[in-house]
């Protein structure tokens, strides 16, 4: 199995603040790579998917990048609704693993 | 307007079987595959397969291949996930999901459905 490692597990950021999460794959997965953000209690919504293409209705503040085995999210101006926590998912091959999540707080 | 609804939450006990459900609408329920996501109290987004209702071809993560069946009705748009003896370590909440065409990434997720296993 493809293993994914975020860093940060938690992030303590203000609101307007830069925030980028790194997801780091254990072989290379192209860019068959998505996010997703989900809050407490609701299921999770996908933001990115091919690694930094924006899914539909997301704000544009959310950006993805990276290939190979190194990816990022950022998020530009953090704001009150994106207190959250975000999970990559690899795309490339069965079983398609998650990341084990990075909790976004409010400081 | 694409559309997953889950059954509701169960409570069961150790050794009993069970059948959750997700029902799809507002798309070809035939043309995509449809995905189940384990989530224990607490924890993170774990993948244990997927299944498309078109012709019944599944996938299993090995974590999850023979303690789960992943099934589909494809003639009520309804996708399923069961156990034949369930354990306490089952307890959590479970979420299906629309994985997309061709990025395969989850775009439509349904509601999820919790399962409490407690003597």
Redesign the interface.
Known sequence: DIQLTQSPSFLSASVGDRVTITCRASQGISSYLAWYQQKPGKAPKLLIYAASTLQSGVPSRFSGSGSGTEFTLTISSLQPEDFATYYCQQLNSYPFTFGPGTKVDIK | EVQLVQSGAEVKKPGESLKISCKGSGYSFTSYWI?W?RQMPGK????M??IYPGDSDT?????FQGQVTISADKSISTAYLQWSSLKASDTAMY?C?RQ?GL?????Y????TLVTVSS
């Not at chain 2, 993170?44 to 993948?47: A, R």
């Not at chain 2, 996938?59 to 974590?63: V, W």
């Open positions: 995905g996501v993170g987004l774990e993948w397969g997927i996938r299993y993560s090995p974590s979420y999901a997309s990025q395969k990434d989850f775009d997720w349904g509601q999820g």
